[in-house]
């Protein structure tokens, strides 16, 4: 059994930064993917970004299109810690972000473990 835990968030004016970040405990039998996804008030869940396995310590990133030139998805290996920079900061950002792991297809709803969230609030 895994267990995420997301932190990092919290309110932010628009144009600044966050980075958040994902601890896991436990260890997944194996895994296709970690990232992020992310919920709105009264909106459907959406990807966000994630690291999809090439081979042992290899990845290669995928980024929701209309996130990819502000948000950047990294691994901070020595500390086991997945980490997502969030630039210039929209108030349509504005959600809970979770971090999550996928065994196979990657998608919005498809994870197999998922955290308990943290709040991104961005004001304009």
């Known amino acids: 059994q895994v267990q995420l835990v997301e932190s990092g968030g919290g309110l932010v004016q628009a144009g600044g930064s966050l980075t958040l970040s994902c601890t896991p405990s436990?260890?997944?039998?194996?895994?296709?993917?970690v990232g992020w996804i992310r919920q709105a008030p009264g909106k459907e869940r959406e990807f966000v970004a994630c690291?999809?396995?090439?081979?042992?310590?290899?990845?290669?990133?995928d980024y929701a299109d209309s996130l990819k030139d502000r948000f950047t998805i990294s691994i901070d290996a020595r500390n086991n810690t997945l980490k997502l920079k969030m630039n210039s900061l929209k108030p349509e950002d504005t959600a809970v972000y979770y971090c999550?792991?996928?065994?196979?297809?990657?998608?919005?709803?498809?994870?197999?473990?998922r955290g308990q969230g943290t709040q991104v609030t961005v004001s304009s």
């Open positions: 436990g260890r997944a039998s194996s895994y296709y993917g």
């Open positions: 690291l999809r396995m090439l081979a042992s310590d290899t990845y290669a990133a």
């Open positions: 999550a792991i996928w065994s196979r297809r990657i998608a919005s709803s498809t994870y197999d473990y």
